[in-house]
Each structure stands twice: as C-alpha cells, then as structure tokens.
C-alpha cells in the first residue's frame, strides 16, 4: 500500500487543521492505522492510532481532548483533525500501516508502510 499524507500548514497557536493520508493498493480496511511526527531534532513519536474497523481509537496523552484520528474506508483515508493547536505541536506528520497488530501500535517498528509527510507550522 502507498500512502499520500497532505493537509498540513502554517497556523496559529488555538487553531485546526485536519490531516488527509489517501492509501492506494488493494485492502485498505485491512490495515490499522497510525500517526506520528517528528519535531527538528527529536525523535519520531506517536499521535494517534486507529483500528481496521474504525471502532477503536487510541491517542497520546499530550493530544487528547485536541485530536481526533478516523477513517473512511470507502476513500481508502484516515484523518487527524487537529484542534486547539500549540506551538509543541509543531512537527512532520506522517501516516503509517499495520497489516498484523490490533491498532494499538506505538512503535515504529509495528507499521509497515509509511507516507511522506506533512510540515505543520503552529505559531505562536
């Protein structure tokens, strides 16, 4: 699967964005599926994630309550929408497949494809 991450952008501190990552290939809603950034400098972390079905969502502490990931598996997406936005939260946001786990997934390890990524800018 290929995944296209698009949506990110420059905005300031209290705002939204909303996140698109489009998958192409067979099977969409057989992959759980993930978001993670990176900020200058530091290490790629997990924002949210999301399981095959929808029915399950899981997001880090530091976004609850601001973020909220989802998928339309007829459009082969998954969303973030981004609210409340802060100056941390500047980072690249990338999507990510899991073919084999439970949607749970924090590890970078547990994805298996991954998009290019998105700059979101917030400023403050």
């Known amino acids: 699967v290929q995944l296209q991450a698009s949506g990110g952008g420059l905005v300031q501190a209290g705002g939204s964005l909303r996140l698109s990552c489009a998958a192409s290939g067979p099977l969409f809603s057989r992959y759980n599926m993930g978001w993670f950034r990176q900020a200058p400098g530091k290490e790629r972390e997990y924002v949210a994630g999301i399981s095959r079905s929808g029915g399950n969502t899981y997001h880090t502490d530091s976004v609850k309550g601001r973020f909220a990931i989802s998928r339309d598996n007829a459009k082969n997406t998954v969303y973030l929408q981004m609210n409340n936005l802060k100056p941390e939260d500047t980072a690249v946001y990338y999507c990510?497949?899991?073919?084999?786990?439970?949607?749970?997934?924090?590890?970078?390890?547990?994805?298996?494809?991954w998009g290019q990524g998105t700059q979101v800018t917030v400023s403050s």
């Open positions: 990510a497949a899991d073919r084999a786990g439970s949607g749970r997934g924090q590890w970078l390890y547990e994805y298996d494809y």
